[in-house]
């Protein structure tokens, strides 16, 4: 597994993530139906697909202008809350990337860091309200603690983290967001942006397994 | 599960062709601020504190079809049921914004907030001053000492009037904002759902509710209300309804009242006027009087049958910014 990716590795890894949200908007509007109100397939292949044109649109990009590119497109054609939280994910976490030639195991987890920390504060939620914060936040600590072992293995135990956390929020209730009026029918279900960190996170992995 | 029927062209385009179909509706009055799903008045007057509201689509007439004269200057048009980008809402802002700061007027919900605010922030980097007013009228939704988990419904149709009003009339943004908070807290709504709308991009229903059953306080996207229940009559849910309203506020003997029934889509003008007789029963019981009655349709959750009840206490100087003319697609007073 690769240590480190430079701009055009980087550029490669988030076409695959897009690529498995794209492939993943059925998945993501059975989820959505279950506790909110169908939308959130749709919206982020709205903002992938542009997020997809943005990549391919770059010259010469470091890591964190891809990354930043993919959280300006997703922000403004995405809508909703997802575009919202994902873009501020994906703009905020490529901040503290800038000037740097490669993405390697730390960058990997400042990257998830920041992000988390500007999500959770633009949308006033934390852990454990069946969010997509539920699968963000564990990848950033897996991340964080595989770190110094390269990109390949910071990835693998960050997806690795976040399917756990997506999985951890079926029991959850949900207090915040649409989702949070169903009270006890919240229950049982996986949260659909928690799933949707997943479904990113696991296709970096795998692109970078089989690079 | 069958898609719903609906007459449409590529489904992933209706908010393009809608917002394209309501400019036109508006006969030059209102004009599409270019490459963004937003309409402004054509004609907002220099030096007017400026008001932009916006929301999820499919909801219409609200939010884009409440803009003209004495209502809103724009909006921006988020997908359906979907907030509107930050960059629709800061193309809308500055398009509308005429040197003494914009009030954001929307529904509470998460999405929208979210937008909103990063807009705002953009707005703020441009020099343009920005304040807030979120819609929390849906007594469902939590209780009152939770009043920011509550959502914005129908009571949006009465805060867009009466702040239009005010924001026509005042020249400081610091005025306007304090109307719309006195406005904000005496406006209290309940929904009833008969049957679910559809995602016109998925044809799917937003909820799932059995033949014979209703949902009192559902949220207008198919959020759980305060109980389901097999259907009833219009006496039964209307006391219900009009009980949870009167309780929240409290609404007491003496106050006068603005009574919105709104139609969520589907439901017939004969059976909102029956709930209306049985509303005005109970208020006359209740000495509560009625300034003016509201019934139609405004917004709409797709092809979702039920209604909603809302109720605003006025006072002298909400009654002057209710009573003001106004004019634009979804609603006119002469």
């Given at each position: 597994m690769k240590g480190a990716l430079d701009g055009e590795g980087t550029r490669a890894l988030l076409q695959a993530a897009a690529a498995a949200i794209l492939s993943g908007v059925d998945r993501l509007t059975e989820a959505d139906m279950a506790t909110g109100d169908g939308d959130h397939g749709i919206g982020m292949r709205r903002g992938f697909e542009a997020a997809v044109a943005a990549l391919s649109g770059l010259e010469a990009p470091s890591p964190a202008l891809a990354l930043k590119a993919v959280g300006t497109a997703v922000m403004a054609s995405t809508g909703g809350a997802a575009g919202a939280v994902f873009g501020t994910w994906f703009r905020a976490g490529a901040r503290p990337l800038e000037g740097q030639g490669t993405l390697d195991g730390a960058g990997l987890a400042t990257f998830l860091e920041t992000g988390l920390e500007a999500v959770c504060r633009r949308g006033g939620a934390a852990e454990g309200q069946k969010t997509m914060i539920d699968a963000l936040a564990p990848a950033a600590r897996a991340a964080r603690a595989a770190a110094g072992a390269g990109l390949g293995p910071a990835l693998a135990a960050a997806a690795a983290a976040a399917g756990a956390g997506a999985e951890a929020t079926r029991a959850m209730l949900a207090t915040?967001?649409?989702?949070?009026?169903?009270g006890e029918r919240s229950r049982g279900h996986i949260d659909p942006g928690a799933l949707s960190v997943t479904l990113i996170l696991g296709a970096m992995r795998d692109h970078l397994g089989a690079g | 599960m069958t898609r719903a029927k609906k007459i449409l062209n590529d489904p992933r385009r209706v908010v393009e062709e809608m917002v394209e179909g309501l400019e036109l509706a508006n006969d030059g009055r209102v004009v599409r601020?270019?490459?963004?799903a937003a309409l402004v008045r054509r004609d907002i007057p220099g030096g007017k504190v400026a008001l932009l509201i916006g929301g999820g689509?499919?909801?219409?007439?609200l939010f884009h079809g409440f803009i003209g004269h004495n209502l809103a200057d724009g909006a921006a048009c988020g997908q359906v049921f979907a907030a509107p980008a930050p960059d629709i809402i800061h193309a809308a802002a500055r398009a509308v914004h005429r040197g003494r700061g914009i009030l954001f007027l929307y529904g509470n919900y998460a999405g929208d907030n979210m937008n909103f605010d990063i807009a705002a922030d953009l707005l703020g980097d441009d020099g343009i001053e920005v304040r807030t007013v979120r819609v929390?009228?849906?007594?469902?939704?939590?209780p009152p000492e939770r009043v920011h988990d509550r959502r914005g419904i129908a009571g949006d149709i009465l805060m867009i009037k009466i702040v239009g009003g005010a924001a026509a009339v005042h020249e400081s943004l610091d005025e306007v904002e304090r109307i719309a908070r006195k406005a904000e807290a005496n406006v209290r709504t309940i929904g009833v759902a008969v049957t679910a709308g559809s995602l016109p991009e998925t044809g799917r229903p937003t909820f799932v509710l059995a033949d014979d059953e209703i949902e009192v306080g559902?949220?207008?996207?198919?959020?759980?209300?305060?109980r389901r229940q097999k259907i009833t009559t219009a006496d039964a849910v209307a006391d219900q309804m009009v009980g949870a309203l009167l309780a929240d506020l409290p609404f007491a003997r003496g106050d006068e009242i603005a009574l919105v029934i709104n139609n969520f889509g589907a439901t017939t003008m004969m059976e909102m006027l029956i709930v209306n007789r049985r509303v005005r029963q109970i208020l006359a019981g209740a000495g509560i009087g009625v300034h003016r009655t509201h019934i139609g349709t405004w917004l709409t959750v797709q092809e979702m049958a039920g209604f909603s009840i809302t109720f605003m206490r006025l006072d002298d100087e909400l009654r002057r910014f209710l009573d003001m003319p106004c004019d634009s697609f979804g609603f006119q007073r002469m």
């Open positions: 915040t967001g649409k989702a949070r009026s169903l | 601020v270019p490459g963004h689509s499919g909801h219409e007439p929390r009228d849906d007594v469902a939704a939590a559902m949220g207008a996207h198919g959020e759980a209300g305060v």
